[in-house]
């Protein structure tokens, strides 16, 4: 089955850059999302890659590294409200066809 | 922008009793799915639909489960007899078929609350 890795906690100051990574290990790799988490809200997309290299969307973006089975999501000019869970998910279309599977979230939290 | 409706937001039932929660898709998406989250723990994937059938379905979703889709808009969730141990956050999602530049990410509705008492 899918193994994703990713740290519980970050802690950040506004206007700084933090970098979230994710490793994981599937066996029919088809595509990796990093997902934005608000306490008691539903998961909404942030990014998604499926090739190798950096998506770039806004003060988001995303890296891909599909030999080391290795993604990050890096933020920029950190703002308060950035404060939330970030769900690193794959989709493994052996597993689990064209759902995705979420590892446990990293709890961002931005200080002022 | 288009979205997933989900109904109820909050229900609590007493343990052993069948609940069924309700999701509205987004109109042209064709893959369907229903995630929980227990309190403080990762979202799980329990199913998910396609084309009027189950196309996958994790080890959670054991007997006790069920979905359908008795029309051309809502998809549902039953929980026969319901268990302590059910009370999470049931996320209903959707997606397209990834030809266009959507590349099949699922859209999540705001959650249903199930409490079992």
């Known amino acids: 089955g899918q193994n994703i890795d990713q740290p519980t906690e970050m802690t950040a100051t506004e206007g700084a850059i933090v970098q979230i990574n994710c490793t994981y290990q599937?066996?029919?790799?088809?595509?990796l999302f990093w997902y934005q988490q608000h306490a008691g809200e539903a998961p909404t997309f942030l990014s998604y890659?499926?090739?190798?290299g950096l998506e770039e969307k806004g003060r988001f973006s995303s890296f891909l590294s599909r030999s080391k089975g290795y993604s990050y999501l890096l933020l920029k000019e950190l703002q308060m409200k950035d404060s939330a869970s970030y769900l690193c998910?794959?989709?493994?279309?052996?597993?689990?066809?064209?759902?995705?599977?979420f590892g446990k979230g990293t709890t961002l939290s931005v200080s002022s | 922008e288009p979205e997933v409706t989900q109904t109820p937001s909050h229900q609590v039932t007493q343990m052993g009793q069948e609940v069924i929660l309700r999701c509205v898709p987004i109109?042209?998406?064709?893959?369907f799915y229903w995630y929980r989250q227990i309190l403080g723990q990762k979202v799980e994937f329990l199913v998910s639909?396609?084309?009027?059938?189950?196309?996958?379905k994790s080890e959670i979703f054991d007997d006790q489960f069920s979905v359908e889709r008795p029309d051309g808009s809502n998809f549902t969730l039953k929980i026969r007899s319901t268990k302590l141990e059910d009370s999470a956050m049931y996320f209903c999602?959707?997606?397209?078929?990834?030809?266009?530049?959507?590349?099949?990410?699922?859209?999540f509705g705001a959650g249903s609350r199930l409490t079992v008492l």
């Open positions: 998910a794959v989709r493994d279309l052996k597993q689990a066809g064209t759902a995705l599977i």
């Open positions: 599937t066996s029919g790799f088809n595509g």
């Open positions: 639909f396609y084309n009027n059938e189950i196309s996958e």
């Open positions: 890659n499926v090739l190798d």
């Open positions: 109109s042209n998406h064709l893959y």
């Open positions: 999602a959707s997606s397209d078929d990834g030809t266009g530049a959507g590349a099949n990410v699922l859209t």
